[in-house]
T-cell receptor, first 110, second 117 residues
Framework: RKEVEQDPGPFNVPEGATVAFNCTYS??????FFWYRQDCRKEPKLLMS???SGNEDGRFTAQLNRASQYISLLIRDSKLSDSATYLCVVNIGGADGLTFGKGTHLIIQP | GAVVSQHPSWVICKSGTSVKIECRSL??????MFWYRQFPKQSLMLMATSNEGSKATYEQGVEKDKFLINHASLTLSTLTVTSAHPEDSSFYIC?????????????FGEGSRLTVL
């Protein structure tokens, strides 16, 4: 089983819609979780951290379910500029414990 | 926010030559730097971790004699792909974490796209 698994998509979503995708992780000892955004041929950029209590940043909401070992990202009122690949990142501990998912490709259509 | 600069952005070289990629932290001291490789439609794969002033730790399957990493200062790390071959063509990205950064918060360079002919 892969350590961090994501649906690669692509998710084709009309502008203004709400879209959500999940990421599952296999190591129950994972300590921290993040969503990164990567545009085509660009470096990843931190979108948001994921806290146990869930957190929201504008149109983006991230949640963590430790019992089922997954994190989710919800995007409301999607914009064309949200089109990107969203990478799930899990830290199993220590600065070198980051594991990246393969990413979910999101396409917002006008 | 913190800035990491990577150079060059694009490089095309002949098979057998060596290519050096630089990664600089511009406004913070990067105690740890990471080098990743990303093939098309694949995830970022960690190649090695380097701490300033010490030898890099390479991931399994990454040849340390082929991918030379030097982290001589708190603001500069270099990756040299020696005797590059077409299969080394990839997107190489560095990232850094520094003092005070949250665990898992990495600052990425812009990436270097290597094409070996």
């Amino acid at each position: 089983r892969k350590e961090v698994e994501q649906d690669p998509g692509p998710f084709n979503v009309p502008e203004g819609a709400t879209v959500a995708f999940n990421c599952t992780y296999s190591n129950s000892a994972s300590q921290s979780f993040f969503w990164y955004r990567q545009d085509c041929r660009k470096e990843p950029k931190l979108l948001m951290s994921v806290y146990s209590s869930g957190n929201e940043d504008g149109r983006f909401t991230a949640q963590l379910n430790r019992a089922s070992q997954y994190i989710s990202l919800l995007i409301r009122d999607s914009k064309l500029s949200d089109s990107a690949t969203y990478l799930c990142v899990v830290n199993i501990g220590g600065a070198d414990g980051l594991t990246f998912g393969k990413g979910t490709h999101l396409i917002i259509q006008p | 926010g913190a800035v990491v600069s990577q150079h060059p952005s694009w490089v095309i070289c002949k098979s057998g030559t060596s290519v050096k990629i630089e990664c600089r932290s511009l406004d913070f001291q990067a105690t740890t730097m990471f080098w990743y490789r990303q093939f098309p439609k694949q995830s970022l794969m960690l190649m090695a971790t380097s701490n300033e002033g010490s030898k890099a730790t390479y991931e399994q399957g990454v040849e340390k004699d082929k991918f030379l990493i030097n982290h001589a200062s708190l603001t500069l790390s270099t990756l040299t792909v020696t005797s590059a071959h077409p299969e080394d063509s990839s997107f190489y990205i560095c990232s850094a974490s520094g003092q005070g950064a949250r665990t898992g918060e990495l600052f990425f360079g812009e990436g270097s796209r290597l094409t070996v002919l």
